[in-house]
């Protein structure tokens, strides 16, 4: 029922910057939380940072302070905002769609490469 389409992900070098966007369509709902995900090669896919439909956030330990993330409800897209880029972040990255509201329906996005070099 939503579809994902994510953006924005490619080659820097350690210490820049990168921005990833999401954008949402379908049958998206006002009360909803978006989040993104990463997964590095030989590892598990991981939470990076959510934030609901009413703007609270949270954010993975490993991102704090580095990572800002974001979204236009009037356009159903979702931002990533990367600074201070470690070679460690690198993974591709997946946007990550929830209705809170049952049936609780779980989305994702084909996912994005982000590859920080050292």
């Known amino acids: 029922q939503v579809q994902l389409v994510e953006s924005g992900g490619g080659l820097v070098q350690a210490g820049g910057s990168l921005r990833l966007w999401c954008a949402a369509s379908g049958s998206v709902v006002r009360i909803n939380v978006m989040g993104w995900y990463r997964q590095a090669p030989g590892k598990q896919r991981d939470l990076v940072a959510y934030?609901?439909?009413?703007?609270?956030?949270n954010y993975a330990d490993s991102v704090k302070g580095r990572f800002t993330i974001s979204r236009d409800n009037a356009k159903n897209t979702l931002s990533l905002q990367m600074n201070s880029l470690k070679p460690e972040d690198t993974a591709v990255y997946y946007c990550?769609?929830?209705?809170?509201?049952?049936?609780?329906?779980?989305?994702w996005g084909q996912g994005t490469q982000v590859t920080v070099s050292s």
């Open positions: 990550n769609y929830r209705r809170v509201v049952p049936p609780r329906d779980d989305y």
């Open positions: 934030i609901t439909s009413g703007g609270s956030t």
